[in-house]
C-alpha cells in the first residue's frame, strides 16, 4: 500500500506517495535498526557529530528544493519552509559543536572510592512527528539521539511524509516508516524501541503513553497547548512588535502549538490594541498559494481542518462574539481560510477554551492581574505563554505565577526561541525537553561503575551487613 499526500492548496493534485509499512512489517525493521545501534555507537563521539555537520551542510545545500516541496505537501509558505530548513541545519551544528561537552562525565577517584559514571546510549529510538514543522521537530530528536549513540526509526505524519523522508536520507543509523496509528502501535510497543519521543496532538500522545507504559519503555511528549499571551496595562509595542504578534498567532495559519492562542488585554487600552492589531495583520498578512514567495499564509492541513475550525468560529459567534476577519483567502478549492479575531467571546466558548489550532484568535479583556492570572491558567494545557510589558522585572514576576513550561517576555513563538533554552510542556502538553543541554541528556542513561574504598587494595573491608559511611 503506498500513502498519497494531497496538496492542501489545490486537493487534486497528488504531491507525492510514499510506501506504507504495515505493522507486521515493523518488527524486522526494528531488528535491522537494533544492528544498526550496534554498529552506530561503536563509532568515535567525534565521528558520530562530523555526519551531523555534514547532514546540516547537505540540508541547507538543498533547501531551497525541498523548501518548495514542503510547502506544496503542508501549505506552508515557502519563506516560513526555507526558514524551517535553515534553523534545523542550525540545530544540526548547535548539536555537533556541543554535544561532545554534555555527554562527556568526569568521574572520581578519591578516598572515598572510585566512581566512573558513563552517559550510554539507550539503542533504538522511535520518534515520531507531526507535520507541521516536520523538518525542524524530526531534527530535534534525530539529533541528540544520534549524537548520543542511538539509532532512530522516524515515523513522519502521513500529512508530510515526502520532505522528511528526503531530509532523513542524509543521517545514519536512521530508518523511515511510514504509517497510521497501527503502525505507530506496533513501533511503539516493540520490546526492542528502548526510548519513544513524539510531538503532535494531545489525544495520540495518551494512545502513545499508554501503549509506551504497557512496555515500560520511557518517552518524551511535546503535545499542545493554548497559549496565553497576557498584555500588563504599560505595554508599548511599536508597529513592528504588533506584526510579530500578528504573526506570532497565524504563522503556518495557526497550525502550531506554541502560538499565541489567547491574548488577554486590559480592558481600558483594548480599542487601541485592536486598531493596532487589525492594522499590522492590514499589512502583514497575504493569504494564497504556499509556493508564492509573497504568501505569509497558506491554507490550513485538511478538510477536516478547515471545518473544525470554521466550527468553533461560528460558536463563537453565536455565543456573542464580533468577528473580525482581518485578510481575505483567495477563491479555490484549496482549504483556504480568513484568519479572523473574535472580540467578546466568553471564556468557556470553545473558541477559547480548546486549542483552536487555525487562523482565529480571541481577544479577551482583564481588570487586573490576579483575575488574568487565574483566567490564564485555568487549562488543562501548559505548553507556553508570553507577558508583554515595559517594565521586564514586573513581566518577570508575572511569568513566574503562569502555569506553563516556556513563558516568552515581550515576544512569542518561533521569534521568542533559543537553542540555549529547554522546551517543553506542564500538564497536559507532556514532559521532557527538547533543546539545550536537557534536549540531548534526553537520550542517554547514566550507568555508573563504583570501587568503594573498603574494598579496593588496602582497605579495611566493612562487615556483610554494612551500610555506606
Same mark, same amino acid.
Given at each position: 500500500?503506498?500513502?498519497?499526500?494531497?496538496?492542501?492548496?489545490?486537493?487534486?493534485?497528488?504531491?507525492?506517495?510514499?510506501?506504507?509499512?504495515?505493522?507486521?512489517?515493523?518488527?524486522?525493521?526494528?531488528?535491522?535498526?537494533? &544492528?544498526?545501534?550496534?554498529?552506530?555507537?561503536?563509532?568515535?563521539?567525534?565521528?558520530?557529530?562530523?555526519?551531523?555537520?555534514?547532514?546540516?551542510?547537505?540540508?541547507?545545500?538543498?533547501?531551497?528544493?525541498?523548501?518548495?516541496?514542503?510547502? +506544496?505537501?503542508?501549505?506552508?509558505?515557502?519563506?516560513?519552509?526555507?526558514?524551517?530548513?535553515?534553523?534545523?541545519?542550525?540545530?544540526?551544528?548547535?548539536?555537533?559543536?556541543?554535544?561532545? /561537552?554534555?555527554?562527556?562525565?568526569?568521574?572520581?577517584?578519591?578516598?572515598?572510592?572510585?566512581?566512573?559514571?558513563?552517559?550510554?546510549? @539507550?539503542?533504538?529510538?522511535?520518534?515520531?512527528?507531526?507535520?507541521?514543522?516536520?523538518?525542524?521537530?524530526?531534527?530535534?530528536?534525530?539529533?541528540?539521539?544520534?549524537?548520543?549513540?542511538?539509532?532512530?526509526?522516524?515515523?513522519?505524519?502521513?500529512?508530510?511524509? #515526502?520532505?522528511?523522508?528526503?531530509? %532523513?536520507?542524509?543521517?545514519?543509523?536512521?530508518?523511515?516508516?511510514?504509517?497510521?496509528?497501527?503502525?505507530? +502501535?506496533?513501533?511503539?510497543?516493540?520490546?526492542?524501541?528502548?526510548?519513544?519521543?513524539?510531538?503532535?496532538?494531545?489525544?495520540?500522545?495518551?494512545?502513545?503513553?499508554?501503549?509506551?507504559?504497557?512496555?515500560?519503555?520511557?518517552?518524551? #511528549?511535546?503535545?499542545?497547548?493554548?497559549?496565553?499571551?497576557?498584555?500588563?496595562?504599560? @505595554? %508599548?509595542?511599536?508597529?513592528?512588535?504588533?506584526?510579530?504578534?500578528? #504573526?506570532?498567532?497565524?504563522?503556518?495559519?495557526? !497550525?502550531?502549538?506554541?502560538?499565541?492562542?489567547?491574548?488577554?488585554?486590559?480592558?481600558?487600552?483594548?480599542?487601541? @490594541?485592536?486598531?493596532?492589531?487589525?492594522?499590522?495583520?492590514?499589512?502583514?498578512?497575504?493569504?494564497?498559494?504556499?509556493?508564492?514567495?509573497?504568501?505569509?499564509?497558506?491554507?490550513?492541513?485538511?478538510?477536516?481542518?478547515?471545518?473544525?475550525?470554521?466550527?468553533?468560529?461560528?460558536?463563537? /459567534?453565536?455565543?456573542?462574539?464580533?468577528?473580525?476577519?482581518?485578510?481575505?483567502?483567495?477563491?479555490?478549492?484549496?482549504?483556504?481560510?480568513?484568519?479572523?479575531?473574535?472580540?467578546?467571546?466568553?471564556?468557556?466558548?470553545?473558541?477559547?477554551?480548546?486549542? !483552536?489550532?487555525?487562523?482565529?484568535?480571541?481577544?479577551?479583556?482583564?481588570?487586573?492581574?490576579? /483575575?488574568?492570572?487565574?483566567?490564564?491558567?485555568?487549562?488543562?494545557?501548559?505548553?507556553?505563554?508570553?507577558?508583554?510589558?515595559?517594565? /521586564?522585572?514586573?513581566?518577570?514576576?508575572?511569568?513566574?505565577?503562569?502555569?506553563?513550561?516556556?513563558?516568552?517576555?515581550?515576544?512569542?513563538?518561533?521569534?521568542?526561541?533559543?537553542?540555549?533554552?529547554?522546551?517543553?510542556?506542564?500538564?497536559?502538553?507532556?514532559?521532557? &525537553?527538547?533543546?539545550?543541554?536537557?534536549?540531548?541528556?534526553?537520550?542517554? !542513561?547514566?550507568?555508573?561503575?563504583?570501587?568503594?574504598?573498603?574494598?579496593?587494595?588496602?582497605?579495611?573491608?566493612?562487615?556483610?551487613?554494612?551500610?555506606?559511611?
Amino acid at each position: 500500500m503506498r500513502i498519497e499526500r494531497e496538496n492542501p492548496a489545490h486537493p487534486r493534485e497528488i504531491v507525492g506517495t510514499v510506501n506504507q509499512t504495515p505493522p507486521e512489517a515493523v518488527d524486522a525493521a526494528v531488528r535491522n535498526a537494533h &544492528r544498526d545501534f550496534h554498529e552506530w555507537s561503536r563509532q568515535p563521539v567525534a565521528a558520530r557529530l562530523a555526519a551531523l555537520g555534514r547532514a546540516a551542510d547537505a540540508l541547507d545545500a538543498g533547501k531551497v528544493e525541498l523548501a518548495v516541496l514542503l510547502a +506544496r505537501e503542508s501549505g506552508k509558505p515557502v519563506s516560513d519552509c526555507r526558514g524551517e530548513i535553515g534553523f534545523a541545519a542550525t540545530y544540526l551544528r548547535w548539536v555537533r559543536d556541543h554535544a561532545a /561537552e554534555v555527554l562527556h562525565l568526569h568521574g572520581t577517584d578519591d578516598a572515598q572510592g572510585r566512581i566512573t559514571p558513563v552517559r550510554r546510549a @539507550f539503542g533504538v529510538v522511535a520518534a515520531i512527528t507531526p507535520w507541521n514543522a516536520p523538518i525542524i521537530l524530526s531534527m530535534l530528536k534525530l539529533g541528540p539521539a544520534l549524537a548520543a549513540g542511538n539509532a532512530v526509526i522516524l515515523k513522519p505524519s502521513p500529512l508530510a511524509p #515526502l520532505t522528511v523522508s528526503a531530509a %532523513a536520507e542524509l543521517l545514519p543509523a536512521t530508518t523511515v516508516l511510514h504509517g497510521g496509528a497501527d503502525t505507530g +502501535r506496533a513501533l511503539v510497543t516493540h520490546p526492542l524501541v528502548r526510548k519513544v519521543a513524539f510531538t503532535g496532538g494531545e489525544q495520540a500522545g495518551r494512545a502513545i503513553a499508554a501503549a509506551a507504559g504497557g512496555a515500560l519503555t520511557p518517552i518524551l #511528549l511535546e503535545l499542545g497547548g493554548n497559549d496565553p499571551a497576557i498584555f500588563l496595562d504599560d @505595554f %508599548a509595542l511599536t508597529p513592528n512588535d504588533f506584526e510579530r504578534l500578528v #504573526l506570532a498567532s497565524f504563522a503556518t495559519a495557526g !497550525q502550531v502549538c506554541m502560538a499565541a492562542k489567547r491574548l488577554y488585554v486590559p480592558e481600558t487600552r483594548i480599542t487601541e @490594541f485592536v486598531e493596532s492589531y487589525i492594522a499590522a495583520a492590514q499589512r502583514i498578512l497575504t493569504v494564497g498559494e504556499p509556493t508564492d514567495g509573497n504568501t505569509t499564509m497558506g491554507p490550513v492541513v485538511t478538510r477536516i481542518a478547515a471545518e473544525r475550525v470554521s466550527g468553533l468560529v461560528t460558536d463563537a /459567534e453565536t455565543r456573542g462574539a464580533r468577528i473580525i476577519p482581518l485578510a481575505s483567502a483567495p477563491p479555490s478549492d484549496g482549504y483556504f481560510l480568513d484568519p479572523i479575531l473574535a472580540l467578546g467571546a466568553p471564556d468557556d466558548a470553545d473558541l477559547v477554551r480548546l486549542e !483552536q489550532f487555525g487562523p482565529a484568535v480571541p481577544i479577551l479583556t482583564y481588570r487586573d492581574e490576579t /483575575e488574568v492570572l487565574t483566567r490564564a491558567n485555568d487549562s488543562e494545557l501548559g505548553l507556553a505563554a508570553s507577558v508583554w510589558s515595559a517594565d /521586564e522585572e514586573h513581566a518577570f514576576s508575572v511569568a513566574a505565577r503562569i502555569e506553563a513550561g516556556f513563558t516568552f517576555i515581550n515576544t512569542h513563538n518561533r521569534t521568542g526561541m533559543s537553542l540555549h533554552a529547554p522546551f517543553g510542556g506542564t500538564k497536559n502538553s507532556g514532559f521532557g &525537553r527538547e533543546y539545550a543541554e536537557e534536549g540531548l541528556l534526553e537520550y542517554v !542513561q547514566t550507568t555508573v561503575t563504583h570501587a568503594p574504598a573498603a574494598f579496593r587494595a588496602g582497605g579495611a573491608g566493612l562487615p556483610a551487613g554494612a551500610y555506606p559511611g
